[in-house]
């Protein structure tokens, strides 16, 4: 999706593509990037009906496992293996706790007391933080004005959302931070797997399968230490973990890494703008969350700010 969530390596720091030449895609790239852009925007109203039913740790691993589920398909369809290596697993145990574990057990733990709506916002947020963290850990990676400009303007849009002016006032200050923690921890991974993984020989899919393979052991190991099993199995939030597994996790996954070897990393980056968007109006027609002028406007100067800090230098 996350840029919701979802295990996402970066195109410029993941493994080089297979040499083989691809089949022409049966669906056109804009149809597959409207589809990743709402299963995505979904994905946030999906995690607040599933923790409407079950503890956050349970949200969290149900969507490992039909994540895992559809990817592990997705491998034996194509005759693709797990990675070997001691050492890349090693890098993929800690890539799955900084890409999937960490970031998708607080957006549900922090939906327990915040909206969906501003969930989604602050995903958005990922870009700035990664901007941040690149002027630091990447040497390479050197500021410009307008990108730094960028930063500042987006985390004015945050503190516009977040009603700064008015002390943050019916503001759930844990969920915020939670869900703003979950924002920062994408980048984070993002930044060490670019510095581990880069130019593997092996392929995305099954780096990427062997990556939520190793949150959901993560996740079976922490959910029964502070879980305990359900009384009942409620349909419908069973149903939206089902569906934020299966298709927020796994088939949004697959959609992405097609589009970025069709279309390029830079045009299959540009959901992240879309998801904050469908994240609101979803959490307001579905599930009739309020909404404040200051929400929409500041989700627009966040995205503003995450869209210049994307911009290259010279161009």
């Known amino acids: 999706m996350t840029t919701a969530a979802v295990s996402r390596v970066p195109a410029d720091s993941a493994p080089r593509p297979d040499s083989h030449p691809r089949p022409r895609p049966r669906f056109d790239w804009r149809l597959r990037f409207a589809a990743l852009s709402l299963i995505w925007g ?22 490992l496992v039909f994540g895992t589920a559809v990817l592990a398909a997705a491998m034996a369809v194509k005759r693709e293996r797990l990675p070997r290596g001691a050492r890349t697993w090693g890098h993929l145990t800690v890539a799955a706790f900084l890409l999937n ?19 989604g916002i602050c995903n958005a947020t990922s870009p700035l933080w990664g901007m941040a963290l690149s002027l630091v850990a990447l040497s390479e990676d050197r500021p410009t004005r ?33 869900a703003l923690l979950a924002s920062l921890s994408y980048p984070v991974g993002w930044i060490y797997v670019r510095r581990t993984l880069a130019g593997s020989s092996e392929s995305h899919l099954s780096l990427t399968g ?35 597994g299966a298709l927020g996790t796994g088939l949004a996954v697959l959609l992405q890494y097609g589009l970025v070897a069709e279309v390029g990393p830079t045009t299959a980056q540009m959901v992240t703008y879309f998801i904050p968007v469908i994240a609101t109006a ?13 929400t929409p406007v500041g989700a627009v100067v966040v995205l503003v700010g995450a869209a210049l800090t994307q911009v290259k230098r010279g161009a």
């Open 210 to 244: 062997a990556q939520l393979l190793l949150a959901t052991v993560q996740l079976a190991v922490v959910t029964p230490v502070f879980t305990s099993v359900p009384g009942s199995f409620p349909v419908v939030p069973l149903l939206a973990i089902v569906g934020l």
């Open 42 to 63: 979904f994905s946030f109203l999906l995690i607040k009906v599933g923790t409407n039913g079950y503890a956050p740790f349970q949200v969290t691993l149900g969507r």
């Open 101 to 119: 574990a960490l970031p998708f057990s607080l957006f549900a733990y922090s939906e327990l007391t915040i909206p969906s709506t501003l969930a």
């Open 282 to 294: 979803a959490g307001v027609v579905v599930l009739g969350e309020s909404l404040s002028w200051s």
């Open 146 to 178: 307008v990108r730094v400009a960028g930063l500042g303007l987006g985390f004015l849009g945050v503190l516009t959302v977040l009603g700064a002016w008015q002390g943050f006032h019916g503001l759930d200050a844990t969920g915020t931070v939670m």
